[in-house]
């Protein structure tokens, strides 16, 4: 499947370096004055190479899936390996107008990925988070609540409003989202270090990981 060493590396270290940073505000702290404008900007700034990143990864995806193709097709397991790709990259409605095709013998296979492929572009975090409604995944909500929950903000969200937000306060409950943070990616081996790599299989714990950060930072900032 779809070797993420083969792409631009450029936008996955920027990624691990603001979500390093991210956890290790302590260390700049005669950088930066204010914990909670820091954080929450290292996280509006993996926006741009998080969509680099997965445009790259569509465009090599896809040209793998069309060369197989015109080589002889594909079997089921291949199927289901290109789908799994497919769901971690697009939209619930984009990911279904390619699966339809992803079945061995579909007819007019190759046309009909081609003219979808073509059209399609990534889904992020940040495209799916600035939905409101019903225009939101089900399943997005129930990810990145999920992790909201396993990260602990729900709890760390009450204290916030017990007591008067002072600097004091704040500082205190974001050095406990900060080592959250660090031992969650720690314990399903998210990389906070710019010398690892991620494959794809790890962007949805990683963006739901950003999703439920930004959702805490921006409700009680």
């Known amino acids: 499947m779809t070797d993420v060493r083969e792409s631009d590396p450029t936008p996955q270290l920027i990624i691990i370096a603001r979500l390093a940073e991210y956890c290790q505000f302590r260390t ?6 204010d914990p909670w404008d ?17 445009d790259n990864l569509l465009q090599r995806t896809s040209q793998r899936l069309l060369a197989e193709l015109a080589a002889g097709g594909l079997d089921a397991e291949r199927c289901s390996d290109y789908r799994l790709i497919f769901e971690r990259l697009l939209s619930a409605g984009d990911f279904a107008d390619a699966a339809i095709h992803l079945s061995p013998g579909a007819p ?31 399943s997005w909500d129930n990810l990145v609540g999920g992790l909201y929950r396993r990260l602990d903000l729900d709890r760390l969200g009450t204290i916030m409003v017990r007591k008067p937000s002072t ?14 943070v660090a031992e969650y990616c720690c314990v399903v081996r998210i990389p906070t270090d710019p010398r690892d790599t991620f494959t794809p299989f790890m962007l949805p714990r990683i963006e739901a990981v950003i999703a439920a950060n930004l959702r805490f930072l921006l409700k009680y900032r």
């Open 38 to 54: 820091f954080m929450l900007r290292k996280l509006q700034e993996i926006e741009e190479p998080l969509a680099a990143f997965k």
């Open 28 to 33: 700049i702290l005669k950088y930066e004055a």
């Open 167 to 180: 600097p004091p306060r704040k500082a205190m409950v974001l050095r406990r989202v900060r080592r959250n």
């Open 108 to 138: 007019n296979q190759t046309e009909s990925l081609r003219r979808v492929l073509g059209q399609v572009r990534p889904s992020t975090l940040f495209i799916e988070e600035r939905k409101t409604g019903e225009r939101r995944s089900p």
